[in-house]
Nanobody, 122 residues
Framework: VQLQASGGGLVQAGGSLRLSCAASGRTFSANAMGWFRQAPGKEREFVASISSEGDATYYADSVKGRFTISRDNAKSTIYLQMNSLKHDDTAVYYC????????????????WGQGTQVTVSS
């Protein structure tokens, strides 16, 4: 599977953005998917993951209650709805595919997408 992320941009604190990650290939619906982010000078960190069927989701504590991950297997796309954005959410966001949500949360990634920049102005 190949992944293409989009939807990043500049937004004021308190605002919202929705990221998308479109997948190509026939195995999308068999993969758990996730979002990670990397801020300047920091390591890449887990943000959210979703099971292959979309019936289980997991979030980092820092985004819980503000971000929502979802997927549309018919469109081979996952989404990250980001609300109540904070300056600390500024980062390059990456989508990723893995065997399971446990693998993704353990940073055992099968495929990385390219990043999309999210900048939150304070």
């Amino acid at each position: 599977v190949q992944l293409q992320a989009s939807g990043g941009g500049l937004v004021q604190a308190g605002g919202s953005l929705r990221l998308s990650c479109a997948a190509s290939g026939r195995t999308f619906s068999a993969n758990a998917m996730g979002w990670f982010r990397q801020a300047p000078g920091k390591e890449r960190e887990f943000v959210a993951s979703i099971s292959s069927e979309g019936d289980a989701t997991y979030y980092a504590d820092s985004v819980k209650g503000r971000f929502t991950i979802s997927r549309d297997n018919a469109k081979s796309t996952i989404y990250l709805q980001m609300n109540s954005l904070k300056h600390d959410d500024t980062a390059v966001y990456y989508c990723a595919a893995g065997i399971s949500t446990i693998h993704i949360m353990s940073y055992k990634i099968s495929t990385w997408g390219q990043g999309t920049q999210v900048t939150v102005s304070s």
